[in-house]
């Protein structure tokens, strides 16, 4: 456990502030309102809050684990288990905007890893850092407003190559575009 | 954004997308409305439930996410009156690489969805519905949303609906990236807010043992579409644009090297891969010519362009002969791409000319299939991890000699050997392209490591 705790960086032990003291009354309203979807079992609303919590946090830290666990009573590794296992959820926040390329076989004979190259190069990344996942934050630059990385068919194949840039979705992107693209979400 | 042919080809039947191709059509319920839209839902709600299902099993509508299942005979597993509750959950977790069809009905026509929806849960006496859509889709999720509060507000969900006696409640549901979801017991493990392994069948039929352990029905966006069009048209005329067995339109799903990539409503079994890849999607691009397609989203096998099959069929005079069909002359449904050895699965065709380096196609694919494996089977969670491993040494040029058998047989022994049909998924491309295109594997082996 202590070498996969360093592997994936401190998120996983402790974080100087509990996300759950952030926790308002109107998402607490939210969160209820949530929850009424799910009439049979209230366990179906987790994953619905962990974007929530996500959403208004950044990532899931343990206090947003346990915090969700409770208000479903559930115990922490119920919910630990999904943010785990969904690449979406992160322990670790990413930069204000993320920059989903596809990586997929349509997007890459359309070129997706050069786009993801100049990406990175045009919000100031080195493209060669690999990253792993695992709930890490993905490549985020030292002022935080950007993230790029790499997932999986975003299901956009007639117009690759694509990247998911926040919600919007970015279609036939040519290496050459991407500057100005990137200008848009500054 | 990929958008309709402003003149449809003639090849095209556009049913699905019948809207969306109207100038000036938005999502909101008043346009909807004032295109006929609940007429379908009103007529239904006048039928008898069983009347339904009998439509959908007379129109051979079969499911439109991938395995093809006839949609009325899944229907039909459900028992009227057993007095358990049902459900039913529209999965638009769309992810199988070379699908992109569900996404434009989720952000232009979500009415359509929820019509259809509301018609099947009628059929299949269910009050409580999901739409489950992957995460990705973040706008199409709102839209939904809007969608069902206004229908909600007009009286076509909720309480008695439209005066019937008849109560649906409808929900979405969102993934969070993980294609395993679009499998339907994954689905459902989801949906219930566990970590989504698929269920082992038997005994954990949908059908049987389904959300919260309770019978219930998993269709694909485009299918749930299509049962409102069969209301409309009539089960024959429906069932007649089709193949027998395979009836109404399907959306074919273009990328890859042609000319025109897109989506294109098309009769099932209405046109060849020549059809589609040299008439409807303008050909190739210019100087090149076809290498491969993979004719149904990236799990299906792919098909190599010289090649000719041996197709049985009764002639004339009732006697099997033996017929020769290359590969352009393939007619597009399921039962013929079946019949040459791999599926029409959920539509998603994917061309490569001659300028593609199959290895590197592959390993594109066993990436993916390594990232996306859930782990609970040993043999797809281990045996994803090393075919991608071992065609990215091959594409790096430090294949072993015996590498395209290694492959062969992590391959052979996943198939067949998991729970879900992930399984088949992740082992079909390696199969397919290394007994397609042996000499690319093995001349990239033969040479020596840098």
């Given amino acids: 456990m202590r070498a996969y705790e360093e592997q994936i960086g401190n998120a996983m032990t402790s974080t100087t502030t509990r996300q759950a003291d952030g926790v308002t009354e109107p998402f607490e309203i939210e969160v209820n309102e949530i929850i009424s979807h799910y009439p049979i079992s209230k366990r179906s609303a987790s994953l619905p809050l962990l974007h929530l919590w996500q959403n208004e946090f950044g990532s899931i830290d343990d206090s947003g684990v346990e915090w969700i666990a409770a208000k479903l009573d559930l115990t922490p590794v119920n919910i630990l288990e999904l943010v785990t296992f969904y690449p979406w959820f992160r322990r670790e926040a990413g930069g204000k905007t993320i920059i989903r390329v596809c990586r997929t076989l349509a997007c890459a004979m359309a070129g997706s890893y050069e786009v993801k190259d100049k990406f990175c190069e045009a919000v100031g990344l080195d493209p060669h850092v690999e990253h792993h996942g695992y709930g890490s934050a993905p490549p985020t630059t030292a002022d935080g407003k950007f993230s790029v990385e790499f997932v999986e068919c975003l299901a956009s194949c007639g117009s690759a190559p694509v990247a998911l840039i926040g919600d919007d979705l970015v279609e036939n992107i040519s290496p050459a575009d991407v500057s100005s693209i990137v200008e848009q979400y500054k | 954004m990929v958008s309709l042919l402003p003149i449809p080809h003639p090849k095209e039947r556009r049913i699905i997308f019948e809207n969306i191709s109207r100038p000036g059509f938005s999502p909101d319920i008043e346009t909807y409305l004032a295109h006929g839209g609940y007429e379908e839902l009103r007529k239904a709600l006048q039928m008898k439930p069983s009347e339904i299902i009998d439509a959908v099993k007379a129109a051979n509508l079969r499911g439109r996410g991938g395995a093809g299942f006839p949609c009325g005979t899944k229907w039909s597993f459900i028992k009227h009156d057993d007095g358990k ?83 649906l409640d409808i929900y979405v549901h969102q993934g969070a990236g993980a294609y395993i979801c679009g499998e339907e017991t994954s689905l459902l493990e989801s949906l219930e807010g ?24 998993v269709n694909n966006v485009e299918t749930i579409c299509h049962v409102k069009h069969i209301l409309r048209l009539g089960a024959e005329a429906y069932a007649k644009m089709g193949t027998p067995g395979d009836g109404g339109t399907r959306t074919m799903c273009v990328s890859g090297d042609v000319v025109r990539p897109g989506f294109f409503e098309i009769p099932c079994g209405g046109v060849t891969l020549r059809e589609l890849i040299f008439d409807v999607c303008g050909g190739l691009k210019p100087g090149r010519t076809l290498k491969a397609v993979i004719p149904g989203g990236s799990s299906a096998k792919v098909l190599r362009a010289d090649e000719v099959y041996k197709i049985k069929s009764k002639g004339a005079d009732g006697q099997m002969v033996e017929k020769d069909l290359p590969m352009l002359d393939v007619v597009m449904d399921a039962s013929t791409l079946q019949s040459v050895g791999t599926m029409i699965g959920s539509g998603g065709v994917m061309v490569m000319d001659d300028s593609r380096d199959m290895v590197w196609a592959l390993n594109n694919l066993n990436q993916f299939y390594a990232h996306e494996s859930c782990g609970q089977c040993t043999p797809c969670r281990e045996g994803s991890l090393w075919m991608s491993k071992v065609t990215t040494r091959i594409l790096h040029k430090g294949g072993r000699s015996d590498d395209a058998k290694n492959l062969k047989s992590i391959a052979d022994n996943i198939a067949g050997r998991t729970i879900c049909a992930f399984g088949e998924a992740c082992a079909w491309p390696t199969q397919s392209f290394l007994a397609k295109f042996p000499e690319e594997f093995q001349a990239r082996v033969e040479e020596p490591a840098p």
């Fill in chain 2, 85 to 167: 509750p049902h459900y039913i959950v529209v999965n638009g977790d769309e992810s199988e690489p070379g699908t992109f069809k569900d996404r434009y009905i989720l952000h232009q026509d979500p009415h359509q969805l929820v019509e259809g929806l509301a018609i099947a849960a009628f059929a299949t006496n269910t009050h409580l519905a999901y739409i489950y859509i992957r995460c990705e889709f973040p706008h199409a999720a709102k839209i939904v949303w809007d969608a069902i509060k206004e229908a909600k507000a007009k009286g076509f969900l909720g309480k008695n609906i439209l005066g019937s006696g008849f109560d």
């Fill in chain 2, 194 to 217: 566990k970590r989504p392994y698929p269920r082992i069948k038997p005994p954990y039929f949908p059908a049987v043992l389904g959300l919260y352990m309770k019978p219930t029905i």
